[in-house]
Nanobody, 128 residues
Framework: QVQLVESGGGLVQPGGSLRLSCAASGFTLDYYIIGWFRQAPGKEREGVSCISSNDNSVDYADSVKGRFTISTDNAKNTVFLQMDSLKPEDTAVYYC?????????????????????WGQGTQVTVSS
């Protein structure tokens, strides 16, 4: 059974850090594209970051560049999102998703329909 499970969310003060994990089971992340998305209340789901397990190419939304870092641990079949210098506007449910595309991060990685599998999400709240 194919499954993605996010963890690591929580409540953090502005300026703080969190590390999200996305653990895959039922398939291997090797050679695939993995994206992180977020959805705040009343807003559309938006792409945050993306990584290719093929060539480790990455991309980030402008709003998180320099603050978030995406990485993979293929041995653990897990993708991470290190989030530093968090802001209240980062508050959202964060989702990981997998695109069974083999190659570099595609130009359309922000499009939801690109992805084949989604996790259930983990809540991140940035507040003092």
């Amino acid at each position: 059974q194919v499954q993605l499970v996010e963890s690591g969310g929580g409540l953090v003060q502005p300026g703080g850090s969190l590390r999200l994990s996305c653990a895959a089971s039922g398939f291997t992340l090797d050679y695939y594209i993995i994206g992180w998305f977020r959805q705040a209340p009343g807003k559309e789901r938006e792409g945050v970051s993306c990584i290719s397990s093929n060539d480790n190419s990455v991309d980030y939304a402008d709003s998180v560049k320099g603050r978030f870092t995406i990485s993979t641990d293929n041995a653990k079949n897990t993708v991470f999102l290190q989030m530093d210098s968090l802001k209240p506007e980062d508050t959202a449910v964060y989702y990981c998703a997998v695109d069974r595309h083999r190659g570099s991060v595609p130009h359309n990685w922000r499009r939801l329909m690109v992805y084949d599998y989604w996790g259930q999400g983990t809540q991140v709240t940035v507040s003092s």
